[in-house]
Structure formats: C-alpha cells, structure tokens
C-alpha cells in the first residue's frame, strides 16, 4: 500500500469540501453508497496484510485477527504483475481453517494490465475469497490499461467474483484517474477508498466529510479504509469505526496489521459507539470543472439519451445536456449537477465508452 498521501490537505479541503454544497442529500441506507448489493466477504472489519514473516503461519495470523474481533484478513499477493511467494495454498487453507476469510490485494501498476491480471488470478486459484486491487496514481490516465485490466479480471473470474477497488480517497484530487472504469458497469463491486487522516494531517470526521460524497456518484457501496500504522491514537480508531457505521458502511478495513500495536487491535475489538446516521452529500460540480466525475456524469447522460464526447470536460454542451436532464426529471434545469440530479443519474447505467484510444484529455 503506498503511503505517500501526506499532500497538504489543510490547504486543500476547504475546496474539496466546497464541492459538497448541500443542494440536496442522499441518504446513505437508499442513494448512491449503497446501491449495489455488497459480497458477503466484504462485510465486518477486515486487517491488510503486507508481508508475512516467516515463521510466522496462517493460523497465527488468524489468530491475531480473530483477537482483534476482525474476520478477514487482506493478504498481499501480486505487486503489478509479480506473485507474491508468501501468497500459497497453504497459507489460505490455515486461514480458512482457523475460521477466518481471506481475500487476496494486489497492487495494480497499470502497464501489463493482462499479466496483473494474470497475477491475479492465480491468488485466486489459491482460494482467496474475493480480490482488492490496489490501484493509485500508476494508472494515472491509463483509462484503457484500467479496462482492459478489468475486462480481463472479469472474463476469467466471472461476473460474480467479488472485487473491490482500494483508491485514493480525495476523487477531486485526482482528476485523471479512471475511477469511472474500475467502478463501472460490470467492473468491480465496492470501493475502499484510503482513508489515511493522519497523512492528511486532519481530522477523521474532515476526512470522511471530504471522501464520501465524491466517491458516492460511483453507485458502488463505500468500505472506509483506515490506517494502523502511524501510531493513530485509539479515540481516532474509535471514531473512524464509529463515522463507518454512521455513513451506512457494509464494512471497512485497516492498513495494516503488520505496524498494528497492542492497543490498536485491542481498540477494534472493542466496541464502537453509535452515531446518528450521518447524510451522504453528493458534489456540484459547474461548468469548467474537469476530471472523471464529469466523465461519470457524461456517461450517465448519454444513458438518459444524451449524443456526448466523453472527454471529462463540463463545458457548454455537457451543462445543456444537464439541463434537459433535470427539465425531464421535475429539477430546476440550473445546468448544474448537484445532489438531486445526481440522485437521479444514478438510476442509470453509465454508458461506457472503448477506451482502446486516447484518454479524456479535457478538452473543451
């Protein structure tokens, strides 16, 4: 898992949060976090597993997960197209065996996206129980690596394996990466996105305020991503656990078990408190702004009727097509999407385009 996400969010998050103006909310239990049922082994807490150290076997990390009161572990088993040796048959099976599921993550490079998928795979030959790819600032425009990677998972999985995209939280921090095809019709089933508050240098209620929204437009169910290493002081974890089950979260996970102290695990096990459930605000976005949400978006459209490039751009043709849009749907045509337009986008299937070309560049 890479860690360099510390990017001066102080800075940042007044505008990533200004995106999130409240034109309407979504309601985590109906909108856009949970509107795709979740596999079963993506539900509860899960720990990621970097490396296991020999000696150390499957049954003991199975044992230090079930102590923690998690049960299921992430075991790392490609980096890009490379194997993992520690990744094995038998690893899995002393995993199972203790009770505990397993699901193998792979950190995805994005340029032999047949043998990462090839790599894969083979994890899951070894039985693991559902796939997270890791995919971060490597596939940076690489929107047809990122389909072709997962069309390829697909064809040799089928449609019903359970995977889940592990990203970088911020959506609007990262306008060139291709959330809209790991997140895509017939592609992967959650996302988790990573986020790493101490990296971030703010708080964890900052952090999910600027996360869950954005990745909300996606229509896939939202599994928060929380760190372990870093020393997070347990009031943090507590909270981070107790803002998951407030947005509607199905499950979320930590990075990682190998830099998880005593009291780290101690602090999962425990129970969190209940919060109010806290409302899922999806972004406005206006013309100008550019970058895969408006991809998402121009997808969207085009699947309501709309004859729009999909290039990312939300420029004089994208705002008409969103006005005409929300006059058939009883919305003020303002040519803005906000959350009501959106909620009703999101009935949708987001009409994909090949991306075997060139990537959206933006262009107006």
């Known amino acids: 898992m890479n860690r360099s996400h510390a990017k001066r969010w102080i800075a940042r998050l007044s505008a990533a949060l200004g995106l999130a103006l409240p034109l309407g909310v979504i309601a985590p239990a109906a909108g856009l976090a949970a509107s795709t049922s979740v596999p079963q082994p993506f539900t509860g807490t899960a720990l990621w597993v970097d490396q296991v150290v020999p000696p150390q076997s499957g049954r003991e990390l199975a044992a230090e997960a079930a102590g923690a009161g998690v049960k299921t572990l992430y075991v790392k088993a490609a980096e890009g197209s490379s194997a993992e040796l520690q990744f094995s048959a038998v690893l899995v099976g002393e995993i199972r065996a203790a009770g505990e599921r397993v699901c193998a993550w792979t950190f995805a490079r994005g340029q032999e996206p047949i043998a990462e998928a090839a790599a894969a795979v083979g994890a899951v030959r070894d039985g693991a129980q559902c796939l997270v790819v890791d995919a971060e600032g490597e596939y940076d425009k690489l929107y047809g690596a990122a389909q072709l990677f997962v069309r390829t998972l697909r064809a040799q999985l089928g449609a019903g394996f359970p995977i889940g995209l592990a990203s970088q939280a911020e959506v609007a921090q990262h306008p060139t990466f291709p959330y809209s095809v790991f997140l895509g019709p017939g ?60 947005y509607g979260a199905p499950g979320s996970s930590f990075f990682d078990l190998d830099d998880a102290q005593p009291q780290e695990l101690a602090t999962l096990a425990a129970a969190a408190p209940v919060l109010a459930r806290k409302p899922v605000i999806a972004p406005t976005l206006h013309a100008g702004a550019c970058g895969d949400e408006i991809v998402q978006a121009q997808e969207l459209l085009n699947a309501a009727g709309a004859h729009l490039p999909v290039g990312g751009f939300f420029g004089v043709e994208t705002a008409s097509a969103v006005s005409a849009f929300q006059a058939r749907h009883r919305l003020r045509p303002s040519g803005v999407l906000g959350a009501a337009t959106w909620r009703a986008l999101s009935r949708l299937r987001p009409r994909e385009p090949s991306w075997a070309g060139a990537p959206p560049t933006c262009e107006r």
């Open 187 to 246: 592609a992967f089933n959650v996302v988790l996105p990573e986020i790493y508050w101490l990296d971030f240098g703010v708080s964890v209620d900052s952090a999910y305020a600027a996360t869950i929204g954005p990745n909300s437009i996606y229509g896939r169910p939202i599994l928060p991503l929380g760190q372990l290493y870093g020393s997070p002081p347990p009031a943090e974890l507590t909270r981070f656990r107790a803002l998951a089950h407030a």
